[in-house]
């Protein structure tokens, strides 16, 4: 038994095959952009490892640097004297007072700058104007 579809149903089964395929390519665009989005998720996350690793090497090798670039105390004194900076050396002891709270900060970051190798460190505090730092030196 041979039935024939009539023009209507034809054409309904075109405009069916045709929201089908349309259907179809719209959930399949979708699969591919969500897949191309966590792709690209996933690259940005591997790419913010490395740079976070590679700042790290940075770190280290800027550290290494400095590490071999130790300044003697003799020039770091050198360096006081020529900012004007008094200091009393008792011994193997070297005072510094009558420091405000940015001069003492300034030292102590220009000691840790220079990598000078430190034995002992005494930071008192009279007031906030008046602070004395005492300082003795490995070697």
Known sequence: MNYKFSKRELLLFKILGAAIVMIGLFYG???????????????????????????????????????????????????????????????????????SNLAALEIMTNIEDSNISVESFKFIVDDSTNITLSFKFNG
């Open 29 to 99: 665009t979708s699969y591919v952009a969500s897949e191309i989005t966590k792709s690209k998720n996933l690259i940005f996350l591997e790419v913010n490892k490395f740079n976070n690793k590679k700042q790290l090497l940075a770190q280290i090798k800027a550290l290494e640097t400095n590490k071999t670039l130790e300044t003697s105390p003799d020039d770091f004194l050198a360096d006081l004297a020529k900012n004007n900076i008094l200091f009393e050396q008792k011994g193997d002891e070297i005072f510094i007072s009558g420091l």
